[in-house]
């Protein structure tokens, strides 16, 4: 037993010992590794390969980018790597937008066929619906008690007036020609047509019926003129579409529209007219956007000659964005390298300056240049990455 107690003590206090000499190893070796983690909060320059690994490296700054250095090349390597150029140019820049649309008629041109006293319809001429009909065309004949009545009223009254004219009675010549005005007054409030006053003026008749005419040239988009239909003031007999002009609705992404303004050119393409484009305009910008879509409606306006747009056509939309005038390079002459576009100015004898430059939109081949380059120079437009690859040899 007493050999035992021994042996225990013994590797007891060896244990002791060992735990306490790690620990002293330990806080010897602290201070260094403390300051080997502090170190990339003093530089954000050079980061620690700790703070790589575990990806809390901060991001480097431009001034690490690599240096521009320019190219002398030879005349045969220039030729032999495919050099060519473009010339920075100032001028009048448009954007193109695209989309589609369709065609619709022109509201404003439409015409409706209504008569301002009752009757009923005897004849009608224009009978089907999309049938043409030209301006004063007879559409429809009616039969109006009221109208006949009114008509006789103005012949009596005319004949009255004849016949007092020479009166010696004070008023009663005036009077009756008051009665005769108040007559073709109530005739022409009716819209009944100047013929068919003339036509009284000169027989002294009362026609049983009265021929109704188109107020313009058009198509009939809607009908409900039928025989022997008792009508009133508020019957809508016909609408006559004047395809002349037309709308073509348009749909433009939100991005798009403040590009947009009312008068701005507009064209578009038919499928149906191979090779053809009509030129028209911006004619209203809905107020508000289509929550779904994300798009934003435009009224464009097209004069129709030959009637080639016909309701409900579809149609290719080409926007004309002026842009103003503006700096100008081809596309293939910018090269993207790294955060940075680069173009390569060519001074001759292959003389090659790389040149950073801030550009702004692209339009069709072309970006616009907001910086770095001036009108007349000339850039490399082709084989930009192996000249950029020998600039930095």
Do not use: C
């Amino acid at each position: 037993m007493k050999n035992y107690r021994s042996a225990f003590a013994v590797t007891l206090t060896l244990n002791v010992l060992l735990g306490a000499g790690l620990a002293f190893l330990w806080r010897g070796s602290n201070p260094a590794k403390t300051q080997g983690k502090s170190a990339p909060q003093e530089t954000a320059s050079t980061p620690s390969p700790e703070s790589s690994t575990s990806g809390m490296a901060t991001a480097a700054p431009a001034s690490t980018e690599t240096p521009l250095v320019p190219v002398q090349l030879t005349p045969q390597r220039m030729q032999s790597i495919g050099v060519k150029t473009g010339v920075v140019e100032g001028k009048s820049v448009e954007d193109e937008i695209r989309t589609v649309g369709n065609v619709e008629v022109d509201e404003t041109r439409l015409a409706y066929v209504q008569i301002r006293f009752p009757g009923w319809i005897q004849k009608v001429f224009a009978d089907s619906t999309y049938q043409y009909v030209r301006r004063g065309q007879p559409l429809f004949t009616i039969y109006s008690p009221d109208l006949v009545t009114t008509e006789r009223e103005y012949l009596l009254a005319k004949q009255n007036r004849n016949e007092l004219a020479e009166s010696s009675v004070p008023g009663v010549a005036s009077g009756a020609a008051s009665l005769l005005d108040a007559a073709v007054e109530r005739l022409k409030q009716w819209e009944v047509p100047d013929r068919e006053i003339e036509h009284l003026e000169s027989t002294g008749k009362v026609r049983r019926e009265l021929e109704i005419d188109s107020p313009v040239s058009g198509y009939i988009t809607q009908r409900n003129a039928l025989p022997n239909l008792y009508v009133q003031p508020e019957t809508k007999l016909y609408t006559v579409a004047d395809l002349s002009t037309v709308w073509v609705y348009a749909e433009v992404l939100q991005t798009d529209i403040g590009r947009i303004k009312i008068g701005d050119p507009a064209t578009v393409t038919v499928d149906a007219y191979p090779g053809r484009t009509f030129s028209g305009r911006v004619n209203f910008i809905w107020p508000q956007v289509d929550m779904t879509t994300r798009t934003q409606r435009v009224r464009l306006i097209f004069s129709n000659p030959g009637m080639k747009f016909t309701p409900g056509m579809f149609v290719n939309v080409s926007l004309a964005i002026p842009m103003g005038r503006q700096l100008t390079i081809p596309a293939s002459g910018v090269l993207q390298s790294g955060t940075r576009q680069i173009a390569f100015v060519d001074h001759g004898n292959g003389y090659l300056e790389p040149r950073e430059v801030q550009l702004g939109p692209r339009v069709g081949g072309e970006f616009i240049v907001q910086k770095g380059l001036r009108a007349g120079e000339r850039i490399v437009t082709s084989a930009n990455f192996l000249i950029d690859s020998e600039s930095q040899l």
